[in-house]
């Protein structure tokens, strides 16, 4: 961000802003365009096995994200096993896209979380091959941890489950990610259904948050693309300036010494 002069660097690329954005469950093209124009985004992410990529003559998605203001993040989202997951990051790096690549091995239809065994190895070929990996993982820090061993660029574990809007449901395993997993950044992925949650998952250091459905599915989501980008913005910025410990009594904000 621009206003703590305190980028986001991930593999060399620097990002300005601090909130990642999708671009699924739209109405149309034109209102993820808007959306994404209002979030202050600049990493947009794409889903490689649910989007025209290669058929220039359709409507495709690509035409309204101009790749001199953004980068492109492929994902893999659908793929409910290993060689999916593999065969769709390829995909998209040799549709030109990126090599960067949001890595998704999905455990089953009904909660959406993440098959771990699935996704460190997938995690661990793709690195060799020379992606910049970025896993959606659970929200244990083991597992955190054996990506970044497995080569993953970046950590981005689930507030809530997909698009449930629950908000961040675990504070406390997020911080323990935080303390323990280091040299690589933590990005809240999935769960964030209001700007009070992205917020919440700033203050407590992330490094960044993805978004899609809590911009999408709202009922005016241009507007929340912007509530969401404040929101990212002033968390930053709580974390960074250091909040006041909790305490169970009062404290006076003026001293009583020298009063009248």
Same mark, same amino acid.
């Given at each position: ?136 993982? +659970? =929200?244990?820090? %083991? ?5 970044? @061993? #497995? ?7 689930? *507030? /809530? ?34 700007? +009070? =949650?992205?917020? %919440? ?5 992330? @490094? #960044? ?7 999408? *599915? /709202? ?34 904000? +003026? ?6």
């Amino acid at each position: 961000m621009e206003e703590t002069n305190d980028k986001l660097i991930i593999a060399g690329v620097e990002f300005k802003s601090r909130l990642w954005v999708g671009t699924g469950k739209y109405k149309d093209f034109e209102e993820t365009k808007k959306a994404i124009e209002a979030s202050g985004s600049d990493m947009v992410t794409v889903a490689v096995r649910r989007v025209n990529i290669f058929d220039r003559k359709s409507p495709n998605l690509l035409d309204y994200i101009d790749p001199k203001v953004y980068k492109i993040l492929p994902n893999t989202a659908g793929c409910y096993n290993v060689e999916d997951a593999l065969r769709y990051a390829r995909l998209g790096r040799e549709a030109g896209i990126s090599d960067f690549v949001k890595l998704e091995v999905i455990g089953d239809d009904k909660t959406l979380f993440p098959d771990v065994c699935g996704l460190l190895k997938a995690t661990e070929i793709l690195a060799k091959e020379g992606f910049i990996v970025l896993p959606y993982s +659970s =929200d244990d820090p %083991i597992v955190a941890q054996r990506l970044v @061993d #497995a080569g993953a660029a970046a950590v981005m574990p689930l *507030g /809530a489950p997909i698009g449930s809007g629950l908000g961040i449901r675990n504070p406390y395993n997020i911080k323990i990610i935080l303390e323990t997993v280091k040299g690589v950044p933590i990005i809240v992925d999935a769960g964030v259904g209001t700007a +009070s =949650d992205a917020a %919440i998952a700033m203050e407590l250091g992330c @490094d #960044a948050v993805l978004i899609n459905t809590g911009i999408a *599915g /709202a009922a005016q989501p241009i507007m929340m693309a912007a509530a969401m980008k404040h929101a990212v913005i002033a968390g930053r910025f709580a974390f960074k300036a250091g909040r006041i410990q909790r305490k169970l009594y009062a404290a006076a904000s +003026s001293p009583f010494d020298g009063m009248l």
